[in-house]
């Protein structure tokens, strides 16, 4: 030890010294360590010309994750009129008791499977009981029903998913180990540049090549006001295929972090009070809204959503209290209890740009839903608030389908 302390001194004289500490990121994420490359030797293996792989996919019990299991088809089916039904364990994903387990899957869209390609494929489920009712978490057939209520308005919907990458010790991506905090401010990192504003660029970047080559309608990502926060936008997409496709594009969101050994959560304030909390905005418009004139009808729409402000708050997230830590009136967001609107305002309830006004047409900006919120429930009560319930005969100057 005395030697190697008299050889340390005389290299500090003559040379800068630097001790790097061991890299713990990532280090205990088994998907990390895995090669793909031992894999992609796998992937590369001919299929008979007979044969395609189906992925399906659904919503279990938590309302939130996803499950996945793979089944052989002898034909590609391009549409979820022709995909097949099945059924699972009910009881193992949360949805039924043990002795009445049996659930089913009804196909309800079809995408491209970008992991292995075409002709393969991701078919997205809805999940019945067995006596044929929806799941508890099967918000699709609210949804789908007022779509084709009000058809005749055109429901058009943009979807904003904002989320958090952390390792799989739970902590943020590239924050210090110990509990530590980034060294930047959180507003640095919204759209960042760089290794010390951001982290996850290439899960971010994979993502969207998925999203795109499974035929989703994907419009862009952004780095978030918080370091290792992220966000992507689904549509503007008419009706149900705007939750469709925002439920494969975070079924695909799972699969990419999976390779990269990250974890994604939702959780509407997953790093405490001090940082900024995760939303899904949702853009909301319809035939008349979009119209000359379509303005009148937005603040009519606003006021019914202010008279039922908290009938929404209590369903726009996975947990309403974890979605009223995020609505603190901090960090761009109004108060959980308190409805506002405003132009061009990012601490109200509903923002409306400042062009609509001008305008006199346009669309509206929910801002209150929680990362973690069912997007097929939160386009249905919007339909149902702002155009009426499915059985009341649809939107004034609509029919119903």
């Given amino acids: 030890m005395e030697s190697f302390l008299k050889c340390f001194c005389k290299l500090q004289k003559h040379v800068d010294v630097y001790f790097v ?23 590369r293996l001919p299929m008979p010309c007979n044969k395609v792989l189906a992925t399906y996919c659904w919503i279990d019990g938590s309302g939130i994750n996803m499950r996945c299991k793979d089944r052989i088809l002898n034909c590609t089916p391009y549409s979820a009129d022709v995909a097949p039904g099945w059924a699972f364990d009910g009881s193992s994903c949360g949805q039924a008791a043990t002795d009445n387990s049996d659930t089913s899957l009804k196909p309800c869209a079809v995408y491209r499977d970008p992991f292995r390609l075409e002709p393969h494929v991701i078919v997205l489920a809805e999940v019945y009981m067995g006596d044929g009712s929806a799941a508890p978490t099967n918000h699709r057939k609210f949804c789908n029903d007022l779509c084709e209520a009000h058809k005749a308005e055109e429901p058009w919907f943009g979807l904003e ?5 952390l390792d799989v010790d739970g902590w943020g991506l590239g924050w210090p180990k110990g509990g530590g905090f980034p060294a930047v401010n959180y507003e640095f990192s919204y759209c960042g540049v760089g290794a010390k ?123 309403e209290q974890t979605n009223r830590m995020r ?72 029919k119903k389908c």
Wanted: with cysteine; glycine share 10%; net charge positive.
């Fill in 21 to 43: 500490s061991k890299r713990l990121m990532l280090k205990q994420s088994i998907n990390h360590i895995m090669s793909k490359k031992v894999m992609d030797r796998y992937i």
């Fill in 161 to 165: 998913q904002e989320y958090t990458m």
């Fill in 197 to 319: 504003y951001i982290a996850g660029r290439d899960v971010s970047e994979a993502h969207s090549k998925c999203c795109l080559y499974a035929g989703c309608d994907f419009e862009g990502t952004n780095a978030e006001v918080m370091f290792a926060c992220w966000e992507w936008q689904i549509g503007t997409t008419i009706g149900i295929k705007a939750p469709d496709d925002m439920w494969m594009s975070r079924f695909l969101m799972s699969r990419v972090a999976e390779d990269y050994g990250v974890v994604i959560t939702y959780h509407p304030k997953p790093m405490g009070p001090k940082h900024p909390g995760v939303g899904m905005h949702h853009n909301f418009s319809t035939k008349r809204m979009r119209s000359d004139g379509g303005y009148k009808f937005i603040e009519e729409c606003i006021k019914k959503l202010e008279q039922n402000h908290m009938k929404h708050m209590k369903r726009y997230g996975a947990d």
């Fill in 327 to 398: 609505l603190s009136g901090k960090f761009e967001t109004a108060p959980f209890d308190k409805f506002s609107w405003g132009i061009a305002n990012r601490k109200a309830s509903i923002r409306l740009q400042r062009n609509i006004k001008e305008k006199g047409k346009g669309f509206m900006e929910d801002r209150r839903p929680a990362g973690d919120c069912d997007p097929y429930l939160v386009c249905g009560l919007l339909m149902d608030t702002c155009l009426g319930s499915a059985g009341s005969g649809g939107s004034r100057g609509g």
